[in-house]
């Protein structure tokens, strides 16, 4: 009954931006710490930010950051990936993931022992 939807994905030019949101249902959505993965063509699936579940702690993948920005609106039950200065190498479908942790500040790692997943959405940067 749990669903994790992603949205926002599409085509976009080198150096443009896109926001990405997961949307949740079937689950007390501020009880879960959030994250965002990627994966490309011909590559493992990568760690790319999380989020705390009350928002106030973020962390993200030293390939991302500064360009990318998570946060989350509980009382819409959903989760941004706000992505700026986009590059060909962060063309990949994106994933939102849902996991349980023990405080509401405890920010999920980047191992992907997650509860829930999207399906995910396309993410194509142009060259």
């Known amino acids: 009954q749990v669903q994790l939807v992603e949205s926002g994905g599409g085509l976009v030019q080198t150096g443009g931006s896109l926001r990405l949101s997961c949307a949740g249902s079937?689950?007390?959505?501020?009880?879960?710490?959030m994250g965002w993965f990627r994966q490309a063509p011909g590559k493992e699936r990568e760690f790319v930010g999380s989020i705390s579940r009350d928002g106030l702690i973020t962390r993200y993948a030293d390939s991302v950051k500064g360009r990318f920005t998570i946060s989350r609106e509980n009382a819409k039950n959903t989760v941004y990936l706000q992505m700026n200065t986009l590059k060909p190498e962060d063309t990949a479908v994106y994933s939102c993931a849902a996991v349980l942790v023990p405080g509401p500040s405890v920010v999920p790692g980047p191992s992907g022992e997650y509860d829930y997943w999207g399906q995910g959405t396309q993410v194509t940067v142009s060259s």
């Open positions: 079937g689950l007390v959505f501020r009880g879960y710490g």
